[in-house]
């Protein structure tokens, strides 16, 4: 199986491509109303490497994406990669795909000096929780994820003092 399966990283002539494989998730997440990035913007990103996005092919039939960046530790003086978003068709998956998303993915870290790869994944997705930790993945329970959004980012902006 695994040698049906392509992995290989996105060019920025693949925006639309993965522009569409972010509204596939998007869809998939319930989230669809979430999704304001544009072909331009992605495309810049893209172009800019300031993100990287990794695309699977199966039997000539491209079937998912991977997008990650990297991120720093202060504690370690060490990268790491933080894997933004992972989306796999639903017809195409139990093939092996995701699979091989996150060997690649572990090869780019190990090439590139860094010690570790993060993600997060929906409380509910139960299926992707059971995939990660056969990979040996292992949800890090004494942090808490904040955020600052919205109008609360606009305000705490506007403070002067």
């Known amino acids: 199986m695994c040698q049906k399966i392509i992995i290989r990283i996105a060019v920025p002539e693949d925006t639309v491509l993965v522009l569409q494989f972010i509204r596939e998730l998007a869809e998939y997440e319930h989230l669809s109303e979430s999704v304001f990035i544009t072909e331009e913007i992605l495309y810049e990103w ?5 993100i990287e996005v990794l695309v699977a092919e199966y039997q000539g039939e491209t079937v998912g994406f991977a997008l990650y960046y990297f991120t720093y530790s202060t504690f370690r003086g060490q990268s790491g990669i933080y ?17 091989s998303f996150f060997r690649e993915l572990a090869r780019i870290a190990q090439s590139r000096g860094c010690f570790r790869l993060d993600w997060m994944v929906l409380d509910w997705n139960n ?23 919205g ?8 403070k002067t003092c």
């Not at 893209?46 to 300031?50: D, T």
């Not at 995939?131 to 955020?147: A, C, E, I, S």
């Not at 109008?151 to 506007?158: I, V």
């Open 46 to 50: 893209i172009s800019s490497h300031r």
């Open 83 to 99: 894997i933004e978003d992972l989306f796999v068709r639903p017809q195409f998956r139990s093939l092996g795909i995701g699979t």
């Open 127 to 149: 299926n992707s929780i059971a995939f990660y930790k056969k990979l040996g993945g292992h949800p890090v329970d004494d942090w808490t994820t904040f955020r600052l959004d």
């Open 151 to 158: 109008k609360a980012l606009e305000l705490l902006a506007e």
